[in-house]
C-alpha cells in the first residue's frame, strides 16, 4: 500500500460527532462535518468515513457489536487502520466485544470519542481524533482505544469520570502506550502483518450483571439465574459474598447445577479476585462461582456474552472466562 496511509473512520454517534440545541446535545448526521472542523487529519492520511449508527452511546445495544465487528472485518483488507467514534458512557463495553469479535488483526482498531463536542469551546474531541488516527497508522495490531494521552487495550478500558479530560484510563495494566511528543509503546502487543483474521461475532446477549449490596435478596440472584444463561456478580473487595444471613450460596450452586455460569467480578476499580483468601469468597467458589480476576465488570459482562456465543457447556465456559484471550486477565487462579 503506496502513498498516504488509508484510515476508515468508522462513526456511530456519541458526543464527538454532537451539536448543542435548544434540547441539549444532539448527535450529528453529517459526518463529512468531522473532516471539516479537524481539517489536519487529511495531513495524516487519506480518510474514508462509514456510519454505522448515530445515537447516544446510552442507547447502544450488543447487536451494534456485531455490525461493528462485521464491517471492520470486510474492510482489513482495504486499509491501513480503522478508528470508531464512540460515546463515551459505553465505549468500554464496545471496545471489549471488539477485542473478542477480532482476534489476531492484521492492522490497528483504534476506538476514541471525546468529553465536549468538536465545535464546543476546549473539545478535547480534535487532539482525540488526531491521536486516534495516529495510532491507526502505527505498527501495532490491536483493538486499542485512544483517549486524552493514552493508548489502553480495549479490554482494559474504563470511563472513570465525567469531569477530567482523561475520563478513560487503563485498569489493572498499565497503558499500552503513551502520546506526547510522539507515541511511546510500553507494553509488547502484536504488530501489523498477514495473519488471518479470527471473526468470531456470535453472542449470547441473554447475561445479566448486579453489584451485590448489604441486603442483597437470594431470591434475586435466583430470578436471574432463572432468566438468564449467564449472571455477572460483582462482589465485595477480593471478590466476597454474603454466606450468612441471606447468604448467596445456594442460589449459585443451584444456578451452576442447571449449566448457568455465575461470574464474580470485584466492584474495586483496581484489584482482582482472589476469592480463595476469605472463607467467604472461597465458600463461594465451592458453589460454583467464576472467578473475574482482574478483568472489569465491562470486560467481563462482555466476555460471558461472547464466550456463551461459542458455548453454552459450564465447563467450556469456566475454562475460557479464566483464560486471557485479548488482554483482559494476567492468568488464571
Not at 104 to 110: A, D, R, T, W, Y
Request: net charge negative.
Amino acid at each position: 500500500m503506496g502513498g498516504k496511509p488509508r484510515v476508515l473512520m468508522v462513526t456511530t454517534g456519541g458526543t464527538i460527532t454532537m451539536l448543542r440545541s435548544d434540547g441539549g446535545l444532539r448527535p450529528c448526521h453529517n459526518t463529512a462535518l468531522l473532516l471539516e472542523r479537524v481539517p489536519e487529519l487529511a495531513r495524516l492520511a487519506e480518510i474514508d468515513i462509514l456510519p454505522v449508527a448515530s445515537m447516544d452511546s446510552s442507547n447502544l445495544q450488543p447487536e451494534l457489536w456485531q455490525d461493528l465487528a462485521g464491517a471492520i472485518a470486510s474492510r482489513l483488507d482495504d486499509y491501513t487502520g480503522i478508528v470508531v467514534t464512540h460515546g463515551t458512557d459505553t465505549l468500554c463495553y464496545t471496545s471489549a466485544a471488539l477485542s473478542f469479535m477480532l482476534q489476531h488483526l492484521p492492522i490497528p482498531v483504534v476506538v476514541t470519542g471525546a468529553q465536549i463536542p468538536l465545535n464546543d469551546v476546549g473539545s478535547d474531541g480534535r487532539t482525540n481524533l488526531v491521536n486516534a488516527v495516529r495510532v491507526a497508522t502505527s505498527e501495532i495490531a490491536e483493538v486499542v482505544v485512544v483517549f486524552g494521552s493514552q493508548v489502553i487495550f480495549g479490554t482494559r478500558a474504563k470511563k472513570t469520570s465525567v469531569f477530567d479530560m482523561q475520563a478513560i484510563v487503563s485498569v489493572n495494566e498499565q497503558p499500552l502506550g503513551n502520546i506526547g511528543l510522539f507515541t511511546r509503546f510500553n507494553l509488547p502487543c502484536r504488530h501489523r502483518g498477514q495473519r488471518q483474521v479470527k471473526f468470531a461475532p456470535a453472542l449470547d446477549v441473554n447475561v445479566a450483571m448486579m453489584p451485590v449490596y448489604p441486603g442483597f435478596k437470594p431470591a434475586t440472584l435466583e430470578y436471574l439465574a432463572a432468566t438468564h444463561d449467564g449472571i455477572v456478580l460483582e462482589g465485595y473487595g477480593t471478590g466476597n459474598l454474603p454466606t450468612e444471613g441471606r447468604s448467596l450460596l445456594p442460589a449459585i450452586r443451584s444456578a451452576t447445577n442447571r449449566g448457568v455460569p455465575v461470574v464474580v467480578c470485584t466492584q474495586c476499580v483496581m484489584g482482582s479476585t482472589q476469592m480463595e483468601l476469605y472463607q467467604v469468597g472461597r465458600a463461594a467458589l465451592e458453589a460454583g462461582a467464576i472467578p473475574g480476576m482482574d478483568m472489569t465488570p465491562e470486560t467481563a459482562l462482555v466476555k460471558l456474552m461472547w464466550v456463551l456465543g461459542q458455548t453454552q457447556d459450564i465447563r467450556a465456559v469456566e475454562e475460557k472466562m479464566r483464560h486471557p484471550l485479548a488482554g483482559e486477565l494476567h492468568g488464571s487462579s
